[in-house]
């Protein structure tokens, strides 16, 4: 059984840096597509940022690029999200989500993913 558990939310002020975990357990990581997502009230839940393992491939939501940076640790079966020179309009509860669907490019749709964390709060505040 595939469990994600997501930690390393919180408040924050504009400009400054969070690093978001997301600990795998029941399966190696390596065997996944990986994305974080998040989500505001009223609107749909976001692609973030996506890897793979098998094709190195990383991508990201044209917001958070240069700003953000996903990355893992195979050996600890963890996934991360580095988020540097945070903005208010980046204030969303965080998810990490796994699928099996190996493909290129990411999966970028909720619907893709099999496995969800229950989701870390990040408020940015200007």
């Known amino acids: 059984q595939v469990q994600l558990v997501e930690s390393g939310g919180g408040l924050v002020q504009a400009g400054d840096s969070l690093r978001l975990s997301c600990a795998a357990s029941?399966?190696?990581?390596?065997?996944?597509?990986m994305g974080w997502f998040r989500q505001t009230p009223g609107k749909e839940r976001e692609f973030v940022a996506g890897t793979a393992w098998n094709s190195g491939r990383i991508d990201y939501v044209d917001a958070v690029k240069g700003r953000f940076t996903i990355f893992t640790d195979n050996t600890e079966n963890m996934l991360y999200l580095q988020m540097s020179s945070l903005k208010p309009e980046d204030t969303a509860i965080y998810y990490c989500?796994?699928?099996?669907?190996?493909?290129?490019?990411?999966?970028?749709?909720?619907?893709?993913?099999?496995?969800w964390g229950q989701g870390t709060q990040v408020t940015v505040s200007s």
């Open positions: 029941g399966r190696p990581i390596t065997t996944f597509s």
């Open positions: 989500a796994l699928s099996d669907k190996l493909m290129v490019p990411i999966p970028m749709m909720p619907n893709e993913y099999e496995y």
